[in-house]
């Protein structure tokens, strides 16, 4: 079956960066597009990227559009996002996604 393993979030100050990993396993992962979605304490999911299977294409939220850079090693079957400049309202859970399918996700926390 599908299995996501998100990993690499963490407490960081404001202005900070932290890179998330997301292990795939279960499925073709080379063959499908991913994305990376978050959800904040009583609020609703917030998609943040897309990237295409080969990872040629890329498509952002406005709210992470050069801050954030989603990206893929097929080999590894590992997706990555990288994150930049990180504000206090990047705090939330964070979900890599295949199809209707994501992890249990990694927590990020940007607070001084």
């Known amino acids: 079956q599908v299995q996501l393993v998100e990993s690499g979030g963490g407490l960081v100050q404001p202005g900070g960066s932290l890179r998330l990993s997301c292990v795939a396993s279960?499925?073709?992962?080379?063959?499908?597009?991913m994305k990376w979605v978050r959800q904040a304490p009583g609020k609703g999911t917030e998609w943040l990227a897309r990237?295409?299977?080969?990872?040629?294409?890329?498509e952002y939220a406005n709210s992470v559009k050069g801050r954030f850079t989603i990206s893929r090693d097929n080999a590894k079957k590992t997706l990555y996002l990288q994150m930049i400049s990180l504000k206090p309202e990047d705090t939330a859970m964070y979900y890599c996604?295949?199809?209707?399918?994501r992890g249990q996700g990694t927590q990020v926390t940007v607070s001084s």
């Open positions: 996604v295949k199809d209707g399918t």
């Open positions: 279960g499925f073709t992962f080379r063959l499908y597009s």
């Open positions: 990237i295409s299977s080969d990872g040629g294409s890329t």
